[in-house]
């Protein structure tokens, strides 16, 4: 029988878990925090995270984290991009100590600043490679608030290793959960990345009272950016089109369960960026995001008004009505 050893317990990571151990699965989720532990194994709930929900009898939570990994057959990690150093640093020691190989897969959606490296970039740079056999992500439209009510889902796994990507297909598969799988996991990742960006946005226009019309606008132009960041890293310009592409953008971009969204709203209705940060309580992973591709299309020749705009009204201070009146007041072009 399989054993997937989930790494964070926040939102993602334990409908994931949950996902997996509804299909009996063994599935170990590691949180730095033993009162989650104590909270799903004893109460098989994380209100925090996803108030309301009753979680698998099956999903064992566990504290230390060589316990959980310990014989698994793959590792997901599934914590912030900012976490992703520390946690993989200590990844990398328990699959030391224990001397083991593993499938090693992610679901985190961001880039890191400064570098502007890619979660399994950052993996490759703090986990030896002699410790797993291949890296995957899990990527495209899914709140974990709608997949832990059952909700309808289709996410893409991206990877090269055809066997490992089947291995986390089949690990999550059921008639509410369809796991697709590609060989690009390097746009997989970057469609769930830009994606945030573009997300803060929409709800920035709603929050302002806008229509559908500037949705559309916005979400379509977004995708144009996402795919041209995509193209100028390596990407394959038609995982833009699939479910970790638009599909993620349709998602983040619409829907209030997205934390990202919901941050713009908050902000097109007067609040500040610290103050929506601080009542959020779960990571916004597109203000960070925004910064590292606004600082890479500096370096890169590349034009990105929308990503600029954002990061103008993020870091800058700057209106978010007078950026929108700076993006239709651009010259006029034709569309690309
Ligand atoms: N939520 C969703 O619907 C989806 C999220 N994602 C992506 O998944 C990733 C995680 O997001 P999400 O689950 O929403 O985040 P949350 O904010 O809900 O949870 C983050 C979790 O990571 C833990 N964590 C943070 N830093 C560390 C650390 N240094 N060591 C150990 N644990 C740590 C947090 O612990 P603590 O409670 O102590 O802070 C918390 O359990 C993000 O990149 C997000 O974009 C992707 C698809 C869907
Ligand atoms: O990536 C997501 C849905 O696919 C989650 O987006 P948020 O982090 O904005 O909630």
Redesign the pocket.
Known sequence: MTKVAVLGAGS?GTALANTMAKNNVVVNIWSHRVDQVDEINQRHQNDHYLPGATLSEKLLAVADMQVAVADADVVLMVVPTKAIRSVGSQLAEVLQNLDQQVILAHAT?GLEQGTHLRISQMIEEVVPSENYSSLAVI??????EDVIKGDLTAVSIGGTDEAATAVLQKTLASENFRPYTNHDLLGSELG?AL??II?LGSGMLVGLGYGVNAQAALLTRGLVEMRSVGQKMGAKPETFLGLAGIG?LI??GM?P??????AGFAMGHGQSLNQVQEEMG?????VNTVKAVYEYQQTHQLDLPITTALYQVLYEEAQIEDQIKLLMTRPLKAED
């Open positions: 993602w959606k990527s495209g439209p899914s709140h974990a769930g994606k945030n997300a993620d998602v983040t829907s369960n997205s934390r990202n969204y919901r779960m990571v916004i992973e597109g």
